[in-house]
């Protein structure tokens, strides 16, 4: 099991991560060495299987005004550059909770 501490950047949602089909914006990319700082340097993943279960809270000031979705495929491409997962696609189980938070950003646990 892997739980990382809170990390308080704000979840950056996917409508700023790329222009067109497959450029990553500039603003993307400083959102994710920012991120990529924060998480414990493990970079072991074989520790973890090909069937992998994660769990996400979100924290936000204002949870109600966005969609849960669009801040799912920045934190987890982060967890896959930081090594805490070898690729996203092992992932069998995503559980996403959205918070009510003073000081936004998130949590990432590894349940298995």
């Known amino acids: 099991m892997y739980n990382s501490d809170f990390i308080p ?15 990553r914006t500039s603003e993307f990319k400083a959102w994710q060495e920012a991120v990529h700082y ?5 970079q072991e993943f074989h520790k973890y299987p090909e069937d992998i279960h994660m769990r996400i809270y979100i924290y936000l000031r204002n949870p109600k005004r966005s969609d849960i979705d669009n801040y799912l495929k ?24 959205k918070k009510c938070g003073r000081e936004e950003g998130f949590e990432v646990e590894i349940l298995n």
């Open 38 to 42: 924060k998480l414990p340097p493990l």
């Open 9 to 23: 950047i704000k979840p950056i949602s996917i409508n700023s991560c790329f222009q067109g089909r497959r450029f």
């Open 74 to 97: 920045p934190i987890i491409d982060c967890c896959v550059k930081a090594g805490l997962i070898k690729d996203d696609r092992y992932i069998t189980y995503l559980e996403v909770i």
